[in-house]
């Protein structure tokens, strides 16, 4: 029900956008995410927008670099990732939460999850 699309290999530094499309238009009035899963390490937080789009959260690491946005008109949210680093290197997810009306940066709050796409930034 969510389809991620937009991986790929980056050198350091440069941009890459993802995109994460939903199939079910209610999807437009709750909170999503980004997270992201490098190997072997846990899935972590990456960015959340709440419904409207008027509310963001970053994670520290990808403050002021990455930006979450979304279009509920096309049922997709985005994440622009500027100056990538190797240490972006990872899997990432997006994801719905139905249970929550506010943001979370917790993912066990978050119920449906796309297949992910793969981000590999090259030193």
């Known amino acids: 029900q969510l389809v991620e699309s937009g991986g790929g290999l980056v050198q350091a530094g440069g941009s890459l956008k993802l995109s994460c499309a939903a199939s079910r238009r209610t999807f437009s009035i709750y909170p999503m995410a980004w997270f992201r899963e490098a190997p072997g390490k846990e899935r972590e937080f990456v960015a959340t927008?709440?419904?409207?789009?008027?509310?963001?959260y970053y994670a520290d690491s990808v403050k002021g670099r990455f930006t979450i946005s979304r279009d509920n008109a096309k049922n997709t949210v985005y994440l622009q990732m500027n100056g990538l680093k190797p240490e972006d290197t990872a899997v990432y997810y997006c994801?719905?939460?139905?249970?929550?009306?506010?943001?979370?940066?917790?993912?066990?709050?978050?119920?449906?999850w796309g297949q992910g796409t793969q981000v590999t930034v090259s030193s």
């Open positions: 927008i709440s419904w409207s789009g008027n509310s963001t």
């Open positions: 994801a719905v939460s139905t249970g929550w009306r506010l943001p979370q940066i917790d993912l066990s709050r978050y119920d449906y």
